[in-house]
C-alpha cells in the first residue's frame, strides 16, 4: 500500500507562472509534513515544512495542508527555470522516521 | 560546519563483493538514516539511528547491515553485492526525529555488475 503518492509528471510551467504540486497521504495520524526539492543527480534539500492545518508562506513558496483530505500541496509563484527539479513530498511515520513520495518532475520553460 | 559527508562518492562493485559507505555528521544529531533512491523513485528507507549504539530496520534492509558505535558514524554494510542494489545511496540525520528537516549528505552512486 502506497502511503505518500504523488503525480510523476513531469508538470511543465511557463516562466512567472503559478505551478501547484500535490501529494496525498494514508496515514491519518501523521502530523509533520515536508516539500523536499531535489535537483537531477544531487541530494534532496528542505524547501518547506508544514504541521498544521491552512497555508504557510515562505517567499515565493506556499505549503497547504488539508488533514481531513489527507492532503498537502506545494504552490510556487513567480516561477523560475532555476525552480526546474523534482519536489519530494514526506510525511512523518511514527516519531522517527519519514516516508518520502516518488516525486513530482518540474520543468519550467523560459 | 561540514554537515553530513559521504564517501565514496562513486564505487563499481564485482556481484558478490563486499564493502562498507562511509556516513559521518558534525551537528551532533541523534538520529541518521541511510535511504537508497532508484530513478524516478523516492527515497526507501534502509535503516536508521536513533542513537548510539541504537539501529533499527527500515522498509528495505535486506543486503545491508549498519551499525553506530559513535553520534558522528553510520556506516552502512553491504554484503555479498547483488545487481538490485544499485542505487544512489543517501545518508542524512537530523535533532529530533521525525519532526525536523533531515540534512542529507551528497550521496554515493554504487553499480554492481
Known amino acids: 500500500q502506497k502511503e505518500v503518492e504523488q503525480n510523476s509528471g513531469p508538470l511543465s510551467v511557463p516562466e512567472g507562472a503559478i505551478a501547484s504540486l500535490n501529494c496525498t497521504y494514508s496515514d491519518r495520524g501523521s502530523q509533520s509534513f515536508f516539500w523536499y526539492r531535489q535537483y537531477s543527480g544531487k541530494s534532496p534539500e528542505l524547501i518547506m515544512s508544514?504541521?498544521?492545518?491552512g497555508d504557510k508562506e515562505d517567499g515565493r513558496f506556499t505549503a497547504q495542508l488539508n488533514k481531513a483530505s489527507q492532503y498537502v500541496s506545494l504552490l510556487i509563484r513567480d516561477s523560475q527555470p532555476s525552480d526546474s527539479a523534482t519536489y519530494l513530498c514526506?510525511?512523518?511515520?511514527?516519531?522517527?522516521?519519514?516516508?518520502f513520495g516518488k516525486g513530482t518532475m518540474l520543468l519550467v520553460s523560459p | 560546519n561540514a554537515g553530513v559527508t559521504q564517501t565514496p562518492k562513486f564505487r563499481i562493485l564485482k556481484i558478490g563483493q563486499s564493502m562498507t559507505l562511509q556516513c559521518a555528521q558534525d551537528?551532533?544529531?541523534?538520529?541518521m538514516y541511510w535511504y537508497r533512491q532508484d530513478p524516478g523513485m523516492g527515497l526507501k528507507l534502509i535503516y536508521y539511528?536513533?542513537?548510539?549504539?541504537?539501529?533499527d530496520k527500515g522498509e528495505v534492509p535486506n543486503g545491508y547491515n549498519v551499525s553506530r558505535s559513535t553520534t558522528e558514524d553510520f556506516p552502512l554494510r553491504l554484503e555479498l553485492a547483488a545487481p538490485s542494489q544499485t542505487s544512489v545511496y543517501f545518508c542524512a540525520s537530523t535533532f529530533t526525529g521525525a519532526t525536523n528537516e533531515q540534512f542529507f549528505g551528497p550521496g554515493t552512486r554504487l553499480t554492481v555488475l
Open positions: 539511528s536513533v542513537g548510539a549504539g541504537i539501529t
Open positions: 551537528m551532533n544529531h541523534n538520529y
Open positions: 508544514i504541521y498544521s492545518n
Open positions: 514526506a510525511v512523518n511515520r511514527g516519531y522517527s522516521t519519514l516516508t
